[in-house]
């Protein structure tokens, strides 16, 4: 098993949320588990899961591969999406992901020589007022993203 008994605990309580006979609504939760264990979700982890939940595997790698938080490659330390619809776009996130693109020395689905960053572009963030947006990890929202402002990030991260 490519997961730990941990990880399958958390699935069992997703599991729980859902009628017995549809497991397979806790794909999203299993992938994002797994994905907190290994560090991204690798085809066999996608067949792992798929067999858990009984589901096709072909099925659990449409949604890892549809959403853009589901790392079907490995990736750095830090994944920073950038966002790169029109309202982050005509607020300065084409000037702010240049920036970052010559800042890390990589373009998008790269990842730095030291294995710290990857960048990714990223769909709508649900901030369009707070624009430029930027979201480490999955997690973490970062606003108003100026050269400024992203010198510090990049700095932070690599402590």
């Not at 949320?17 to 996608?46: C, H, R, Y």
Request: charged share 25%; hydrophobic share 40%.
């Amino acid at each position: 098993m490519l997961l730990s008994e941990q990880a399958y605990k958390k699935i069992d309580r997703e599991l729980a949320k859902f009628p017995a006979d549809q497991k397979q609504s806790a794909v999203m939760a299993a992938l994002a588990i797994a994905q907190n264990e290994t560090g991204w979700v690798s085809p066999e982890v996608m067949e792992e899961i798929a067999s858990y939940l009984g589901m096709a595997p072909i099925a659990v790698a449409e949604v890892a591969t549809f959403y853009n938080m589901y790392n079907t490659k490995p990736v750095g330390k830090h994944k920073i999406s950038v966002c790169t619809n029109l309202p982050c776009q005509l607020s300065g996130g084409e000037k702010a992901a240049h920036y970052l693109r010559q800042k890390l020395g990589i373009d998008y689905k790269e990842t730095t020589a030291d294995g710290l960053f990857t960048l990714v572009e990223g769909e709508c963030m649900g901030a369009c007022g707070d624009a430029p947006v930027m979201i480490v990890n999955n997690e973490r929202m970062c606003s108003f993203m100026s050269e400024d402002k992203i010198d510090t990030l990049v700095e932070e991260l690599k402590k």
